[in-house]
């Protein structure tokens, strides 16, 4: 019972680089949701998808590229990383009227 | 507007309740969740409250709801150090078709022994 899991669960880069977030979940839940947490400002919507090739943005897009080809996995890339994308990632899965449930994050560093 | 507000911080002493509130702006929610996150760890679903119930509770929580003020609170009976950590008030706006949830920034619950 894997559930949502996320990888890596830390990873260090620099500015300009790329880097990419994997999301993974074993439900088949339709919706899936990419968070990013920061102090004061709990928990922001980067990106969010319904199902499959479906795609929109959400709170803070900027910055952020998603895909979904398959309902299991959603990855995120930072295209060219900057330091106030430093942040802890979370990704989420639900179905409808149903809550999310949350990996367990990765803690991104851009020095 | 969608703007979720909680207070920063709670101490309590171990075998107090615990009574955590938020404040959401938007009648239209639907659903009302708290979560838990410990230390290093991802969001615990503890509980969630739909728009038409006033009220539920679920061992040592409790939740209350009311519409009018549109304010929510999550109580804590028997609150122990195992509790300590920072929960997590959302509201999931239905409205809006993203079903993606909208944050508090968050109270930290501090459980003195």
């Known amino acids: 019972d894997a559930g949502i899991t996320q990888s890596p669960r830390y990873k260090i880069t620099e500015t300009g680089r790329q880097v990419t977030l994997m999301c993974h979940q074993t439900?088949?839940?339709?919706?899936m949701f990419w968070y990013r947490q920061d102090l004061g400002h709990g928990l922001r919507l980067i990106y969010y998808?319904?199902?499959?090739?479906?795609?929109d943005k959400g709170e803070v897009p900027d910055g952020y590229v998603v895909s979904r080809s398959k309902t299991e996995n959603f990855p995120l890339t930072l295209e060219s990383a900057t330091r106030s994308q430093t942040s802890v990632y979370f990704c989420a899965s639900s179905v409808e009227n149903q809550p999310q449930h949350f990996g367990d994050g990765t803690r991104l560093s851009i020095l | 507007g969608e703007d979720v507000e909680q207070s920063l911080f709670l101490s309590v002493r171990e075998g107090d309740s615990s009574v955590i509130n938020c404040t959401y702006t938007d009648s239209s929610s639907t659903y009302l969740y708290w979560y838990k996150q410990e230390p290093g760890a991802g969001l615990q679903l503890l509980t969630y409250?739909?728009?038409?119930?006033d009220m539920k509770q679920d061992q040592r929580l409790t939740v209350l709801l009311n519409k009018k003020d549109k304010h929510l609170s999550l109580r804590i009976a028997d609150t122990q150090t195992g509790d300590s950590a920072i929960y997590f008030c959302a509201e999931c706006l239905r409205d809006t078709g993203r079903r993606a949830l909208t944050f508090g920034s968050g109270t930290r619950l501090q459980v003195q022994p």
């Open positions: 409250i739909f728009s038409n119930m």
């Open positions: 439900w088949s839940h339709s919706y």
């Open positions: 998808s319904a199902a499959a090739d479906i795609t």
